[in-house]
């Protein structure tokens, strides 16, 4: 079967870190460009940050940049998010994804590995 599983979540007082990790299973993420979306209560979602198929190139939100990183390792089939300084604003719940970009630059998921995984929660307290 072919999917993602994110975990990593958690809750943490605002300036805190956590990682999270995003395991693929059934097929090789090495191909792909890799991603992080959130998701907010009542609101959409959005793009975080992507990651080149090679690690050679990462890309992030304005709002992230300087905070969170992202890498990956091929061989593992695993993509990581760390996040440092968080803020009540980075609540949310955080998928990743394969993912391709519009020539504007807007990044959007793409499905190779099924559907939107099961996410994992972020909670951040002021």
């Known amino acids: 079967q072919v999917h993602l599983v994110e975990s990593g979540g958690g809750l943490v007082q605002a300036g805190g870190s956590l990682r999270l990790s995003c395991v693929a299973s059934g097929r090789s993420i090495s191909t792909y460009t890799m991603g992080w979306f959130r998701q907010a209560p009542g609101k959409e979602r959005e793009f975080v940050a992507a990651?080149?198929?090679?690690?050679?190139?990462?890309y992030y939100a304005d709002s992230v940049k300087g905070r969170f990183t992202i890498s990956r390792d091929n061989a593992k089939d695993t993509v990581l998010l760390q996040m440092n300084s968080l803020k009540p604003e980075d609540a949310a719940v955080y998928y990743c994804s394969a993912v391709d970009k519009t020539p504007e630059s807007n990044w959007y998921a793409i499905h190779p590995f099924g559907s939107w995984g099961q996410g994992t929660q972020v909670t951040v307290s002021s």
């Open positions: 990651i080149s198929w090679n690690g050679a190139r990462s």
